[in-house]
């Protein structure tokens, strides 16, 4: 290991936010009237990780996602489904 540190260097004691820049195409999009409908079979972490950075940084936009199973869970050991996930974080959904 190399030199040590000065103490006025604490480890590991502050957390730094950073986004990551990405792009967004909707399935279907009324832009003028701000919504958008996403239509999923699957909807993994990514998505949903996705969804919740459009809603935050879009709050000006409706989203609905419709979903084939909404009952489906979101990971095999969890309890909550695709549609008890979009009521938590304030995401319009119904069933295709």
Known sequence: ????????????????????????????????????????????????????????QHPNYHIEIRFQEPNTKIAKNSKTTYAAWCEKNGIAWSKA
């Open 1 to 56: 290991m190399g030199a040590a540190l000065p103490p006025e260097y604490a480890y590991e004691s502050t957390y730094l936010p950073y986004t990551l820049a990405h792009r967004y195409l909707p399935d279907f999009i009324d832009a003028e009237a701000k919504r958008i409908v996403e239509v999923k079979g699957r909807f993994p972490a990514s998505d949903r990780a996705k969804m919740k950075a459009i809603r935050q």
